[in-house]
């Protein structure tokens, strides 16, 4: 069974960077897309970033609120998918998820719908 653990959060100034991980056991994760998504205090779980499947060429997709500023890439020797977050701010404050899509779709999507088998969650924290 096909378990993901986030890992790397951590408390960062405005303007700093982190690198977050989502490790996978049990199944190999270039087969599937992988999102990134996250829930700030008070609100509700937003997608962030997204990454088709290898076989699908690994294509990305970015929420407008951190496009330029947040990669998603995928470690196939370490079966991760890492979340590399620059510039930060005080509103990318928030427990950070990922999880699968396994409908083998050519494009990811984030719509958190389609996703299924979510880790515990990794809290990154904005501030000065």
């Known amino acids: 069974q096909l378990q993901l653990v986030e890992s790397g959060g951590g408390l960062v100034q405005p303007g700093g960077s982190l690198r977050i991980s989502c490790a996978a056991s049990?199944?190999?994760?270039?087969?599937?897309?992988v999102g990134w998504f996250r829930q700030a205090p008070g609100k509700e779980r937003e997608g962030v970033a997204c990454i088709s499947s290898t076989g699908s060429h690994n294509r990305k997709k970015y929420a407008d609120s951190v496009e330029g500023r947040f990669t998603i890439s995928r470690d196939n020797a370490q079966n991760t998918v890492d979340l590399q977050v620059n510039s930060l701010k005080s509103e990318d404050t928030a427990i950070y998820y990922c999880?699968?899509?396994?409908?083998?779709?050519?494009?990811?999507?984030?719509?958190?719908?389609?996703?299924?088998?979510w880790g515990q969650g990794t809290q990154v924290n904005v501030s000065s």
């Open positions: 999880a699968l899509d396994p409908r083998g779709n050519s494009y990811c999507s984030l719509n958190q719908a389609y996703y299924q088998s």
């Open positions: 049990g199944r190999t994760l270039d087969y599937y897309a």
